[in-house]
């Protein structure tokens, strides 16, 4: 199942790629102060992308231990975003010949996401008064 090295792993990275992303976030907030665009989620969701992308070649083309790439995806990646684990698996979907599940898990992620956080916030706004 799992054992304490490996979530001690992931729990070392989740505190650096938390980290991580608040830093990037407030610099790309910072930088980009005048735009209404949420370009901080944006950035981080592009670099965490792009990470994972090279992570996962680095580590599958190579004799890496599995702590290792654990504590480098699911921790540092899992904190920094998890939009990256989404972009990883979409595309591994996709080259591995599943487009139509792939293409479903997209449409499923994105518009369940959203729902799920309509929802969220629709069932903790406050009631309105009675009358």
Same mark, same amino acid.
């Given at each position: 199942?799992? @054992?304490l090295?490996?979530?001690? !792993?992931v729990?070392c990275?989740?505190?650096? *790629?938390?980290?991580l992303?608040?830093?990037? %976030?407030r610099f790309?907030?910072?930088?980009w102060?005048?735009t209404?665009?949420?370009?901080a989620?944006?950035?981080v969701n592009?670099?965490?992308?792009?990470?994972?992308g090279?992570?996962?070649?680095?580590?599958l083309?190579?004799?890496? @231990?599995?702590l290792?790439r654990? !504590?480098l995806v699911?921790g540092?990646?899992? *904190?920094f975003?998890?939009?990256?684990?989404? %972009?990883l698996e979409?595309?591994?979907?996709f080259?591995?010949g599943?487009?139509?599940?792939?293409m479903?898990y997209?449409?499923?992620s994105?518009?369940?996401?959203?729902?799920?956080?309509?929802l969220?916030?629709?069932?903790?706004?406050?009631a309105?008064?009675?009358?």
């Amino acid at each position: 199942m799992f @054992s304490l090295p490996e979530i001690s !792993f992931v729990a070392c990275g989740g505190a650096i *790629g938390a980290s991580l992303r608040f830093v990037v %976030g407030r610099f790309c907030e910072v930088t980009w102060e005048a735009t209404k665009f949420p370009i901080a989620t944006l950035c981080v969701n592009l670099v965490g992308c792009l990470l994972i992308g090279v992570i996962a070649g680095i580590t599958l083309r190579n004799d890496t @231990s599995p702590l290792i790439r654990i !504590f480098l995806v699911t921790g540092i990646l899992g *904190g920094f975003t998890t939009f990256s684990a989404f %972009g990883l698996e979409t595309i591994t979907l996709f080259r591995s010949g599943h487009l139509t599940t792939a293409m479903l898990y997209v449409l499923v992620s994105v518009v369940g996401g959203c729902a799920g956080t309509l929802l969220g916030l629709v069932m903790t706004e406050p009631a309105p008064p009675l009358s």
